[in-house]
């Protein structure tokens, strides 16, 4: 498919007009330039059924610590791109900026249409400021308001116009991978290494990834995306830091697979609430220990100890012990992440479900209510992703918790859903009964 790729100098609207194009609030937007440091891609498609995928790109000569590997990034983005839309304010004059940000894209060579940004009122543009915009060299400036949808319409016909015949592909389905964890744990690490090239910025400083970004690459013949989220605080500082934790949220709903990335040095209640979100939602978790390579040998024991005490309720899900820095585990994260996929959509046949509930209650005789024996009727897997069961029952009050958990232990055994969460509905079928879920 083909990329189209926003660019310019911080604060002139890129972020906007990328959730204008694509449809939905993808990119966080502040008034404070910065915000954007990797590139954010998503798929944009019209009612015509063209389409193409746009990258939002972080702030070029933005002149502080993060010019240089924003920069680098953009470059590494540009190289397979079709079109670049070079954003500038059209109601400010051009800055120095502007004119570096217009020398580079020259340097570059890729095709460009040059957007002015923030113009609602037409009157905006008899100014000399919009005037000003053709000595950039770029033709004649677009103007656009993506605050109020003002010539977003005719700039995606522009860009259809401008893209190859055959930029339209049909996308294969991919396994959404979303990586959570505390801030500076080393999720953006562990997607480079994964991915074997710096696709998100990395520094020894909390808080770099700000928005959830996505990386395409292919494993073993499947297609992914990697999902780079900012990490999540329990209480975070400021707006920037509370649409990050929105964005990280919402990028594990979208997701088919959670991977956890747990500090063996510091781990507690952060890893405990991701793992609840993930859980909650029915994601599968692949447990990653990151920084594997930096533990002595005589602390495995007390991390192994503190592991169970903190994620208990995770003792089914895999454990990927990994080091972003010498590679160590990657494929085996890789392989654990594709076999949780493939095992939350596995369907059992009714009659295979109905059969082994037979050979369960022969083996554990169900609970007596005060003389009234529980009896499971009827069962089968009513949805995947996550495993679904219902089990039909003569009233759902006599399940006791331990005859539910049995229930559930047998089906992740003797079904093979032993490392995926799996929800449980019993449904009763007397007239005062009801409907209970267990998760």
Known sequence: MAKVAIVGRPNVGKSSLFNRLVGRREAIVADMPGVTRDVKEARVEDDLGRSFTLLDTGGLWSNDEWQEPIKRRIEAALADAALVLFCVDGRAPLSAADYEVAAWLRNVGKPTLLLATKLDDPRHEESPEFYELYGLGFGEPLAISAEHARGTYELLDTIFERLPEDADEAEAEEVRVAIIGRPNVGKSSLLNALVGDERVIVADVPGT????????FDFGGRPFVLIDTAGIRRKPDGDVEYYSKLRSEEALMRSDVAVLVVDPFELGDHELRLANLALQAGKPVVLTINKWDLVPDEALREFEKNIAQVLGHLDFAPKVYTSALNAYGLHD????????????????????????????TQRQAPPNFKGRPLKLLYGTQADVAPPTFVISVNNEQFVTRAYEQYILNRIREDLGFKEVPIRLIWKSRAKDGGKRVRV
């Open 209 to 216: 990834t700000r928005d959830s970004v996505d990386v395409r």
């Open 333 to 360: 994260l890789l392989a654990a992440v594709i076999r949780v996929y493939d095992t939350a959509r596995f369907r059992v046949p009714t009659s295979e479900v109905n059969g082994w509930l037979e050979v369960w």
